[in-house]
């Protein structure tokens, strides 16, 4: 399957700052990627979806002015964390598709604030 | 709204038996469904992908049924093993190209 790489795996940060994880298609052109969060012993929850060159669709009840997403190019795309507080503590994944019928995903992030 | 469903929440089996993992899904018209292992604190591994038209998949151990009409799919796993375990989600796409809604998982624990 195609290599969908995430970075950073975890982090760690104070509360009040921002934060920015990265999703990359290593070896396809993303058309579409989609960012998830997974609290404890919960599902995986859509928060957003981006398609490259436009504005990312926002699933309802996520804030589209904390959690900033960007996808400007066929292979990467980011989601920026802003003024994060320790609710914000979670597992975000990012999924990319290109074209074909199966989504990858990344390797996912651990965010702790404190 | 396409809910997703999986039972049971948590699992417990010696090694080497054989198990079915269910999942469910409210609303039959379904692109595809999509099987996956997700161990502690990591992303997840895809299984299994089985489009609308097809009614089941395998992989080694691993055998996954769909049947649309009822909106239900069936994971088996032959000769379980230790390393089996983790968290086995489900999810089913709508549309091509759209995102995947995921159940809970269940949590298997594979004893030696």
């Known amino acids: 399957g195609a290599v969908v790489s995430q970075h950073p795996s975890w982090v760690i940060c104070k509360s009040g700052t921002s934060v920015k994880i990265e999703c990359r298609s290593l070896?396809?052109?993303?058309?579409?990627m989609f960012w998830y969060r997974q609290f404890p012993k919960q599902s995986l929850m859509l928060m957003a979806t981006?398609?490259?060159?436009?504005?990312?669709?926002?699933e309802q009840g996520v804030e589209k002015d904390k959690f900033l997403i960007n996808h400007a190019s066929l292979t990467l795309s980011t989601l920026t964390v802003t003024s994060a507080h320790p609710e914000d503590s979670s597992f975000y994944i990012c999924?990319?598709?290109?074209?074909?019928?199966?989504?990858?995903f990344g390797q996912g992030t651990r965010l702790t604030v404190v | 709204k396409q809910e997703v469903t999986q039972i049971p929440a948590a699992l417990s089996v010696p090694e080497g038996e054989n198990l079915v993992l269910n999942c469910s899904f409210t609303?039959?018209?379904?692109?595809?469904l999509q099987w996956f292992r997700q161990d502690p604190g990591k992303g997840l591994t895809s299984l299994l992908l089985?489009?609308?038209?097809?009614r089941e998949q395998t992989s080694g151990r691993l055998n996954a049924s769909l049947d649309k009409s009822s909106g239900r799919s069936t994971l088996y796993i032959a000769a379980s093993q230790p390393g089996d375990s983790a968290t086995y989600l489900c999810a089913v796409r709508v549309y091509s190209g759209y995102a995947l809604n995921f159940g809970k998982g269940t949590s298997l624990l594979v004893t030696p």
């Open positions: 981006s398609n490259e060159g436009s504005k990312a669709t926002y």
């Open positions: 070896d396809f052109q993303a058309t579409t």
């Open positions: 999924s990319a598709a290109g074209g074909v019928t199966e989504a990858f």
């Open positions: 609303d039959s018209a379904i692109y595809n």
């Open positions: 089985i489009q609308s038209s097809q």
